[in-house]
Structures are given as C-alpha cells and as structure tokens.
C-alpha cells in the first residue's frame, strides 16, 4: 500500500501562485509515475501534469503547461506542482495519484493510489 498526504491548498487570490505538495509513503518505492489531477462538483476529474521516476519526463496537460510546473524529489517521496496567476476556474479539489508503472498518463483509472485532496479556494 501507498499512503498519499497533498498539502498547500486553501485560500488563494485570484492574480497569485499556488503550490502544492503530495507525498508519498508506505511502499513508496513501489512508485514510478505521480501525478496530479483535480476535481470541481459534477465534473470529471482532470489531468494536470505528472513525472516519471527514473528519467523524470515530466507531461502536462495542454491546457495548464503554460502556468503549471511540477517537480519532483524521489529521496523524499514528494512531487510538487506550481500554478501560476490563479483564476477563479482554478478553483477544486486538487489530487495526487501515482501508479507502478511509467510512464504518466492522462487516464484516473491508470492510477493505483491517491490521496484524500486538498481543496484550493480562489478568491476574486
């Protein structure tokens, strides 16, 4: 098992950065892709970007490469992401995944493990 604890999210301006982390334990080396994804009341959860552990390509959704930036630090079991310029659509419940194999996919399925959410506030 993988246990997974996001962390950074609430209150945010609209206009700011966000940052967040997600990191893992348990079989924590059983890990190679994470990702994270986020969710908003009556829609499906997307796909924001994630990292592969060993060559650390890192994939993004065309929709957020140009504000999001993930990073990833496998001594700590952390993956980390970045938003910038914060809009009120931003607005969720933001998720980490990761699955046991490589490489990042789009698909919450393909995902083994995730973690409870963290929920990001955009204030206007």
């Known amino acids: 098992q993988v246990q997974l604890a996001e962390s950074g999210g609430g209150l945010v301006q609209a206009g700011d950065s966000l940052r967040l982390s997600c990191t893992a334990s348990?079989?924590?080396?059983?890990?190679?892709?994470m990702a994270w994804f986020r969710q908003t009341p009556g829609k499906e959860r997307e796909f924001l970007g994630g990292?592969?552990?060993?060559?650390?390509?890192?994939r993004y959704a065309d929709s957020m490469k140009d504000r999001v930036t993930l990073s990833r630090d496998n001594a700590k079991n952390t993956l980390f992401l970045r938003m910038n310029t914060l809009i009120l659509e931003d607005m969720a419940v933001y998720y980490c995944?990761?699955?046991?194999?490589?490489?990042?996919?789009?698909?919450?399925?393909?995902?083994?493990?995730w973690g409870r959410g963290t929920q990001v506030t955009v204030a206007s």
């Open positions: 995944a990761t699955r046991g194999s490589n490489p990042v996919v789009r698909v919450p399925p393909s995902y083994d493990f």
């Open positions: 990292v592969s552990r060993f060559a650390n390509i890192t």
């Open positions: 348990g079989r924590a080396f059983s890990i190679l892709a």
